[in-house]
């Protein structure tokens, strides 16, 4: 064998070595720095999914987009190799939140799943909770007064807080599932997020109202009596410095007064083409009138914020 062709023979091997390892040890493609916690809210088209990568390593996933959308921008993070999800929250059961969970159960380990007990009669939901069972993979009751430390991150469930899977009036209604939806706080150090999966504005007024002392009028539906409200009593409650702005900037979401409350100085809109016009002019408003720094994944990419506990970094894909 000529010297040329050794070489390459060589070449060849190492690179395969190179790849076996990658496989094996589950080598990242993203680089995390110790110490710090990463929410990357991915571009899954017109959906969400949310990974958030704890100081120690580990992998929480909100919702997993529609379809298998989700599978580029996870290899992107992921690289190489195996890796585990050590916990999945499914906000609510509608496609685009759900759907791309049934690629990553297939792809990666997943040690337990997060759910509302709501559950939806069409046939790609029943595929998501048979991806479950047969993979024997612990699914759990998603329910507020859950407080949990993990790397010293806390996750805190705020909503539900109470039995919505007797909501018959919500389950049968396809728009009355986004107020099933799993609203979470992720505090580190001194930094807080608000994940909110597609709450409306039902579900924005009963937050207020339990969370705010916020008094919302008979006639909710007036804007103009709701911001009229000067008493707030425990607003710190749901303040945060990063809001994942609901049901991807929909008009029936992050109303004037929530917005006032939450009082982020980031936001995030994930959202791809649609036909629903969203985002919606008056959200994209509001959010440039109370001064809060947007991205949108349909126009940046996937959003990267990153936390040192005291302090909060953004990178953006495009």
Not at 7 to 24: D, E, P
Not at 33 to 61: C, F, R, W
Not at 182 to 204: N, P
Request: charged content about 25%.
């Amino acid at each position: 064998m000529d010297d040329s062709r050794k070489i390459g023979l060589l070449s060849i091997i190492l690179i395969s070595a190179f790849f076996a390892v990658q496989g094996l040890f589950g080598i990242e493609a993203y680089s995390y720095e110790e110490g710090s916690l990463y929410v990357h809210v991915m571009d899954v088209g017109q959906g969400d999914a949310i990974l958030i990568h704890t100081p120690q390593g580990k992998n929480i996933l909100i919702d997993g987009g529609p379809h298998d959308n989700i599978r580029e921008p996870l290899s992107d993070i992921f690289g190489f190799g195996l890796h585990t999800i050590d916990e999945i929250y499914l906000t609510h059961p509608h496609s685009d939140h759900f759907s791309g969970l049934i690629t990553v159960m297939k792809k990666y380990f997943v040690e337990k799943v997060w759910y509302t007990g709501v559950v939806h009669t069409t046939p790609v939901f029943k595929e998501f909770l048979g991806e479950i069972k047969n993979q024997e993979i612990p699914l759990k009751l998603a329910e507020s007064k859950e407080t949990r430390s993990i790397d010293g991150v806390t996750i805190e469930i705020i909503y539900p807080d109470r039995n919505i899977q007797e909501k018959k009036d919500w389950v049968e209604d396809e728009n009355g599932l986004n107020d099933t939806s799993i609203v979470m706080k992720v505090i580190y150090g001194e930094t807080s997020f608000l994940l909110v999966g597609d709450a409306e504005k039902a579900l924005e007024d009963y937050l207020l109202q339990q969370h705010a002392a916020v008094v919302i009028p008979a006639k909710a539906g007036i804007q103009e009596e709701l911001d009229s409200i000067a008493s707030l009593q425990n607003d710190e409650f749901l303040k945060a410095d990063v809001l994942k702005i609901g049901h991807h900037g929909s008009k029936t979401s992050t109303q004037k007064k929530f917005l006032e409350v939450v009082n982020p100085e980031f936001a995030a809109i994930s959202y791809g083409e649609n036909s629903y016009g969203h985002p919606h002019p008056s959200v994209i408003n509001r959010l440039n009138k109370k001064g809060v720094q947007y991205f949108e994944t349909q126009k940046n990419g996937t959003i990267t914020f990153i936390s040192d506990g005291y302090e909060i970094q953004t990178i953006v894909e495009r």
